[in-house]
């Protein structure tokens, strides 16, 4: 895989809504839209049979939406069929991703996004002591759906 495997294309998270997904990451994060896919008449819905196929989901109707931030693109889902599981995005359960962002100043980050109304993890930005994390400062925070974020400054910064 190493010889043809060159480059990571996207990392896709599904949303429950596509509008408060953009709106959040762009006012929130700065993250821009990078357009939406549609269909040959101009539906936003996608339900094509090669979907179906991919995901290996019959009947599966969706939207995507791509945005582009920080040498990153971010690929939304939002699923119109089959109908919404609510999984659980504790840090501890297997299977729960996040995405980390380095910051110059991670307390000023978590101070402004709490300013904002954002959902935040834990009570202050944490100062991680002792192991080859020394002096690092992060801390986790949800996006409208859930889905875990963090912010970190790198021991020294």
Same mark, same amino acid.
């Given at each position: 895989m190493k010889d043809n495997i060159f480059e990571i294309d996207h990392y896709a998270i599904t949303v429950r809504d596509l509008k408060k997904t953009r709106e959040f990451y762009e006012s929130i994060l700065g993250f821009e839209f990078a357009g939406q896919l549609l269909t040959e008449d101009g539906n936003d819905v996608l339900a094509y049979p090669s979907y179906e196929d991919l995901t290996g989901v019959?009947?599966?109707?969706?939207?995507?939406?791509?945005?582009?931030?920080? #040498?990153?693109? @971010? =690929?939304?889902?939002?699923?119109?069929y089959p109908e919404e599981i609510v999984i659980d995005t504790k840090p501890y359960i297997r299977g729960t991703a996040h995405?980390?962002?380095?910051?110059?100043?991670?307390?000023?980050?978590?101070?402004?996004?709490?300013?904002k109304g954002v959902e935040l993890c834990a009570g202050k930005a944490v100062r991680i002591e002792g192991g080859t994390h020394e002096g690092v400062c992060a801390f986790y925070f949800k996006?409208?759906? #859930?889905?875990? @974020? =963090?912010?970190?400054?790198?021991?020294?910064?």
């Open positions: 019959p009947g599966v109707k969706f939207k995507i939406m791509f945005m582009k931030g920080y #040498g990153i693109t @971010l =690929e939304f889902l939002e699923y119109v995405l980390c962002f380095h910051a110059k100043d991670a307390q000023k980050a978590y101070e402004e996004l709490s300013r996006d409208p759906d #859930g889905f875990l @974020l =963090e912010i970190k400054t790198e021991a020294g910064d």
